[in-house]
């Protein structure tokens, strides 16, 4: 029998599916720390958990630190499935020191694929000066860009990148992706790889960072990366904050490469009430939520427990992240 410890708030998203598997022992793990089984706490030494579930659930409490520290706690653990796509929490890297196996999260992909879209849309439509016409009771009109035909440059193409790709594919954009592999990608219309970034970003009129943050990437948007920018462009920020230069963006900005940018994530969160961000004419911020569609948290329980099936069955699992890629990046 397999020990699964889920957290509290996520367990009722479990009980009808695993009602009936004999295969599992679900045990329950509270914030405040206890542990139950069947509504009864019960003491750590008498569970073995072998099956972690970093939920939504857990995320949005903050309950991360605590429910990894819990699972540290015990030798038989083997597998986690994470709610995060990126994996640069040093929890992750405690996790694969230890041999435990982890898989990574794409339920977030399609929220983050559409918020991406609609600020696209937001930006070429100009959807700022119909919302001041109307306040001002003004009957003004002027041309908007179309997405037809524009060039979109993906930095970073797993699940968020591609589902972005094949959104915009729809609006007949032509879609560059920067990544790691260069082997051909139905999304894309062309893959490149880092020495042709300059030449991509001259052409590029949206680029949108969606890459784990790493070694190779950390600062990517930097003075130079600026400066091959195409005039009048948007940059669209749904990775990590850590990938931008913020005063080599702001720099740009006054230069109009990019023209503007959105970002919902941030160096250092929540972004500090002094950073010039919040008031900048050419930056629409959010708070790191582009994630949080309404379908994304059924998408993870989805994953999760097509996951659980396949490593109860025969121990394969979908989006397994190498260990050995979190414990050099650390």
């Given amino acids: 029998m397999v020990d699964l410890l889920v957290f509290e708030e996520s367990l009722p998203r479990l009980t009808d599916a695993l009602a009936h598997d004999d295969s599992l022992r679900v045990i329950c793990w509270h914030a405040d720390g206890r542990c139950s089984l069947g509504g009864r706490t019960v003491k750590p030494d008498a569970i073995k958990p072998e099956v972690g579930w970093i939920s939504f659930d857990i995320l949005a409490h903050g309950e991360m630190k605590h429910y990894v520290e819990m699972l540290l706690q015990f030798d038989t653990l083997r597998w ?17 020191e230890r ?14 694929a559409e918020y991406t879209l609609a600020h696209a849309l937001h930006y070429f439509q100009d959807i700022e000066f119909r919302l001041s016409a109307q306040r001002e009771v003004e009957w003004k009109s002027r041309r908007f860009r179309e997405l037809f035909g524009s ?16 959104r915009a594919r729809a609006f007949n ?65 749904v990775a990590r904050g850590g990938l931008i230069d913020d005063s080599a963006l702001i720099t740009g900005l006054e230069q109009d490469r990019p023209q503007f940018a959105v970002l919902d994530a941030f160096s250092v969160e929540p972004l500090p009430v002094e950073h010039p961000y919040w008031t900048h004419p050419k930056v629409f911020i959010t708070a790191h939520m582009s994630n949080r569609g309404s379908g994304t948290s059924d998408r993870g329980t989805e994953q999760f427990l097509d996951n659980l099936r396949r490593y109860l069955k025969d121990g394969t699992l979908d989006d397994e992240v190498d260990p050995q890629s979190l414990i050099a990046a650390t």
């Fill in 80 to 96: 986690v499935q994470t709610g995060h796509a990126g994996l640069d929490n040093p929890l992750y890297s405690a996790l694969a």
């Fill in 99 to 112: 041999g435990v196996r982890l898989s990574k999260s794409y339920a977030q992909s399609i929220a983050i």
């Fill in 151 to 166: 060039c979109w440059l993906i930095i970073g193409f797993g699940h968020i990148g591609r589902r972005v790709a094949q």
């Fill in 173 to 237: 954009a032509h879609i560059t992706t920067l990544r790691r592999s260069s082997a051909s990608d139905p999304a894309a219309d062309k893959v490149i790889g880092r020495g042709e970034l300059s030449t991509a970003l001259a052409k590029s009129d949206v680029v949108v960072l969606a890459c784990p943050e790493n070694a190779d990437t950390t600062g990517l948007v930097d003075t130079t990366f600026i400066a091959a920018m195409k005039k009048g462009s948007l940059l669209i920020n």
